[in-house]
């Protein structure tokens, strides 16, 4: 392994989810999981399903180590709670956790885009003795945002 911890496992840490309630949750043996921890075996897309549906944590993270791991709309239930708990005009708040869902659903939209791309290419990639390093996911991010921008 490298200087630098893998972001999966430092992300697993940060968590709180150990290898042992991984091995034991996926049903898999110690040295697939450390492989996948340590960075030397490729998550995989059902591997990362199956984490996601286990704890919560976002695909799009699972698979590029960007964005949030989990997504936090802690704000949005804050502002809930305010607008239910007081009177007066609550107009402001309800505008911001709008735009905040608003915003979210465009980094979702992105992330999705993002996903769907790589896993084309992974699947382009596997006719041709596929490797993992030949995935560019930075590449694919930036065509997947002139993409979008270029529709608005």
């Given at each position: 392994?490298?200087?630098?911890v893998h972001y999966?496992?430092?992300?697993?840490?940060?968590?709180?989810?150990?290898?042992?309630?991984?091995?034991?949750?996926?049903?898999?043996?110690?040295?697939?999981?450390?492989?996948?921890?340590?960075?030397?075996?490729?998550?995989?897309?059902?591997?990362?399903?199956?984490?996601?549906?286990?704890?919560?944590?976002?695909?799009?993270?699972?698979?590029?180590?960007?964005?949030?791991?989990?997504?936090?709309?802690?704000?949005?239930?804050?502002?809930?709670?305010?607008?239910?708990?007081?009177?007066?005009?609550?107009?402001?708040?309800?505008?911001?956790?709008?735009?905040q869902q608003a915003?979210?659903?465009?980094?979702?939209?992105?992330?999705?885009?993002?996903?769907?791309?790589?896993?084309?290419?992974?699947?382009?990639?596997?006719?041709?003795?596929?490797?993992?390093?030949?995935?560019?996911?930075?590449?694919?991010?930036?065509?997947?945002?002139?993409?979008?921008?270029?529709?608005?």
């Open positions: 392994m490298s200087k630098e999966l496992k430092k992300g697993f840490d940060e968590l709180g989810i150990s290898p042992k309630t991984i091995e034991k949750d996926l049903e898999v043996s110690q040295s697939f999981v450390s492989n996948i921890l340590n960075g030397k075996k490729a998550i995989g897309g059902s591997v990362a399903v199956r984490l996601h549906e286990l704890y919560g944590i976002e695909l799009y993270w699972l698979l590029t180590g960007k964005g949030n791991k989990i997504k936090n709309n802690k704000k949005v239930i804050e502002d809930y709670n305010v607008v239910n708990n007081e009177n007066g005009d609550n107009s402001s708040i309800l505008e911001n956790a709008i735009k915003k979210d659903l465009k980094e979702l939209r992105f992330e999705l885009k993002v996903l769907s791309s790589i896993s084309t290419k992974a699947f382009e990639l596997l006719f041709e003795n596929f490797d993992m390093e030949t995935l560019d996911t930075e590449a694919i991010e930036n065509q997947v945002r002139s993409e979008l921008n270029s529709e608005q």
